[in-house]
């Protein structure tokens, strides 16, 4: 059996991170610049409250996923909400209680920081993700539209 450990990112983590991250952005058909990986890096090292937060997960001692998530003001509620922009796992670590260990240290992060609200978004072709998140979570009515 698999021991998941869920952890806060770490400097010495940078080059698993990156591999992770870029894993994730390739099952998206993505990638950014050298220096989005930079920023974001040192982004998430910081200690500023507005910036990403980032936790790794351990399979039996080695990274094999990772979440990014935010806290922000909202509109109707007095309580900030948590946005959960990045989730990944290794491919063979799939099914093995990962994603469901990352995303329920995101509420608890969010829990202890009084922002009981949290949520995602994923592309609707994402079928195994979302096999989780229909456990985990409820989905929404809403549609999202962006700048082109």
């Known amino acids: 059996m698999t021991k998941v450990t869920i952890r806060p990112i ?3 983590d940078q080059a698993e991170w990156r591999r992770l991250w870029t894993d994730y952005l390739t099952f998206y058909e993505s990638s ?3 220096a989005v990986y930079a920023t ?3 982004r998430l090292m910081g ?3 507005h910036d990403y937060h980032g936790l790794i997960a351990e399979c039996d001692g080695k990274p094999c996923g990772l979440v990014h998530y935010l806290f922000h003001r909202h509109m109707w509620k007095i309580e900030n909400t948590c946005y959960l922009q990045d989730l990944y796992a290794d ?8 994603g469901r260990a990352l995303i329920e240290a995101v509420y608890q992060a969010a829990d202890q920081a009084g922002a009981p609200g949290v949520y995602w978004m ?3 072709f994402n079928t195994t993700a979302r096999q ?3 456990r985990i979570g409820t989905l ?3 549609i999202k539209y962006i700048r082109v």
């Open 140 to 142: 929404s009515p809403f």
């Open 132 to 134: 989780l998140y229909d």
């Open 10 to 12: 770490r400097p010495e």
């Open 40 to 42: 974001s890096f040192a």
């Open 32 to 34: 950014v610049p050298a």
């Open 91 to 98: 491919p063979d670590m799939r099914g093995k209680g990962v």
């Open 47 to 49: 200690d500023d409250p």
């Open 122 to 124: 994923t592309q609707d």
